[in-house]
Nanobody
Framework: QVQLVESGGGLVQAGDSLKLSCAASGRTFSGPTMAWFRQAPGKEREFVAAINWNGGITRYTESVKGRFTISRDNAKTTVYLQMNSLKPEDSAMYYC????????????????????WGQGTQVTVSS
């Protein structure tokens, strides 16, 4: 198990921006595929965005397209999620995830695909 640590969450107003970060802790690890998921109270954890090994391919859930941007810094084993035009419905605990599996066609969205998970960082968007 590799520990991933998220940071950057906070309380903002609708329309504001936040940038989340996720870095490996305890071990040096760079997963070929990394992703962000989020979970609101009473809701299932849902896929938000994923990024491939070199950052050249990304995938987003429909509700965040055009507003969120996922990126990575392989040298620092860090993945980021730039969130713009935040809405109250974006409020959730955001989790970083990673897998050693290399995907060359389409990035996965299933929870079970990702082997390593962070503890989460809270994002709250007020109206």
């Amino acid at each position: 198990q590799v520990q991933l640590v998220e940071s950057g969450g906070g309380l903002v107003q609708a329309g504001d921006s936040l940038k989340l970060s996720c870095a490996a802790s305890g071990r040096t690890f760079s997963g070929p595929t990394m992703a962000w998921f989020r979970q609101a109270p009473g809701k299932e954890r849902e896929f938000v965005a994923a990024i491939n090994w070199n950052g050249g391919i990304t995938r987003y859930t429909e509700s965040v397209k055009g507003r969120f941007t996922i990126s990575r810094d392989n040298a620092k084993t860090t993945v980021y999620l730039q969130m713009n035009s935040l809405k109250p419905e974006d409020s959730a605990m955001y989790y970083c995830a990673a897998t050693r599996d290399l995907y060359t066609i389409m990035l996965p969205t299933a929870l079970s695909t990702y082997n390593y998970w962070g503890q989460g960082t809270q994002v709250t968007v007020s109206s």
